[in-house]
């Protein structure tokens, strides 16, 4: 089944987003890194049980519990590519309130913060793009965009400029509220109780196993999402804006379920699709949204016209396409 979305919006929205305007403001002045020792031996333990739950699952979990933490994996990459990014960050499209709950208990199954707070920083990310005001910023290297970033103080610029963010539409959200409000019991529970009492229950898993995959699901996750501010930003083609550093890059693509299409979502962040074709195989996310579309649960879907399309990469674009190898004069014929 190929559902067809039931609302698609050809929207005309500029051609070129604020981000050039944006990055005027910012003192690109270097300052020392402060690292957060508190962090780092977080996230070290983090990693410490995972590669422990890594050795487990080949040689004494249990299927079911794997596929669990797989399902579960997914789901919470759907969570922040469907909803937390392409829902809630850029309004690519409108949601009914049961696909809104659904999107946000799989945002609470990825952990990453509360919703709300990875929205304002993806918006800072947009509005910012590769600057000091940019929480992720790539110029300072990609240990920093990928993971660095979590373990270091706000640039003093993150801070001064973070209150210029549009954010009343998350805020006045009931189910974003919601979960901000009880952040710690039902993203607690979501991403890590749930996840591990329920293999013990149906199929008798042990405690180790089973809360040990759930921290391998739970740092893959957090390095799945990570490619996107890492390695989209670093290894790839500018088909649609040289002048940027992010990229198309197909394997982010495939670790993230279709967000390596980078260079595309930073000149058009409106498109629901985050890609100029949302059919791709490398695009599950896009099908997600066409799916509830079809069932009557996601609406306004929005898109780039081609023409649109077409006229940035003539004008702005390396000469590449999506996947690098055929020429823009190629493309259209």
């Known amino acids: 089944m190929s559902p067809i979305p039931a609302e698609i919006t050809s929207a005309p929205a500029p051609e070129f987003p604020t981000e050039e305007l944006s990055k005027n403001v910012v003192r690109e002045t270097n300052e020392k890194t402060v690292i957060v020792y508190e962090n780092v031996v977080l996230y070290s333990i983090y990693h410490i049980m995972a590669l422990y739950g890594l050795y487990l699952g080949v040689t004494s979990a249990k299927w079911q519990t794997i596929l669990l933490a797989y399902v579960l994996w997914a789901l919470s990459i759907f969570g922040t590519t469907v909803g937390a990014h392409r829902l809630w960050t850029h309004r690519a499209y409108k949601a009914k309130m049961p696909l809104q709950i659904l999107l946000m208990i799989c945002t609470s199954i990825a952990c990453q913060g509360t919703t709300?707070?990875?929205?304002?920083?993806?918006?800072?990310?947009?509005?910012?793009?590769?600057?000091?005001?940019?929480?992720?910023?790539?110029?300072?290297?990609?240990?920093f965009s990928h993971i660095g970033w979590l373990l270091t103080r706000k640039h003093s610029e993150l801070k001064r400029l973070s209150n210029t963010i549009y954010m009343d539409d998350i805020y006045n959200n009931p189910v974003l509220r919601f979960q901000k409000k009880?952040?710690?019991?039902?993203?607690?529970?979501?991403?890590?109780?749930?996840?591990?009492?329920?293999?013990?229950?149906?199929?008798?898993?042990?405690?180790?196993?089973?809360?040990?995959?759930?921290?391998?699901?739970?740092?893959?996750?957090?390095?799945?999402?990570?490619?996107?501010?890492?390695?989209?930003?670093?290894?790839?083609?500018?088909?649609?804006?040289?002048?940027?550093?992010?990229?198309?890059?197909?394997?982010?693509?495939?670790?993230?379920?279709?967000?390596?299409?980078?260079?595309?979502?930073?000149?058009?962040?409106?498109?629901?699709?985050?890609?100029?074709?949302?059919?791709?195989?490398?695009?599950?996310?896009?099908?997600?949204?066409?799916?509830?579309?079809?069932?009557?649960?996601?609406?306004?879907?929005?898109?780039?016209?081609?023409?649109?399309?077409?006229?940035?990469?003539?004008?702005?674009?390396?000469?590449?396409?999506?996947?690098?190898?055929i020429s823009v004069k190629n493309k259209f014929t």
């Open 182 to 325: 009880y952040a710690g019991p039902v993203i607690g529970s979501c991403c890590f109780i749930l996840p591990t009492l329920l293999p013990m229950y149906f199929w008798n898993e042990s405690l180790n196993n089973a809360w040990h995959l759930t921290m391998l699901r739970f740092v893959l996750n957090i390095h799945a999402i990570s490619l996107f501010n890492s390695v989209a930003h670093t290894w790839g083609y500018r088909p649609y804006d040289k002048k940027i550093l992010p990229v198309e890059n197909s394997s982010v693509s495939f670790f993230t379920l279709g967000e390596g299409f980078h260079n595309y979502h930073h000149a058009f962040p409106w498109d629901y699709k985050a890609s100029e074709l949302g059919n791709h195989w490398l695009n599950p996310s896009a099908q997600v949204i066409d799916f509830f579309a079809w069932i009557g649960w996601a609406y306004d879907l929005k898109t780039v016209p081609d023409e649109i399309i077409q006229a940035r990469m003539e004008r702005v674009g390396d000469g590449t396409n999506y996947e690098g190898g």
């Open 116 to 143: 709300t707070n990875w929205i304002r920083d993806h918006r800072m990310h947009h509005k910012y793009s590769d600057t000091n005001a940019d929480p992720h910023n790539a110029k300072r290297g990609f240990f």
